[in-house]
């Protein structure tokens, strides 16, 4: 992802975090085979 969005890893911890945040989206399973899920409104 950070390749493809021409990011830091900082970055992309940050975006993340702020989308987790609000609420639109989540992580499903583990840290290593997850994945994350857009969460529909």
Partial sequence: MIKQLNITEG???HHLEQLKN???IRR???DKG???VIIEH
């Fill in 11 to 13: 970055s992309l911890r």
């Fill in 22 to 24: 609000n609420g639109i």
């Fill in 28 to 30: 499903e399973g583990a």
């Fill in 34 to 36: 997850g994945k994350w």
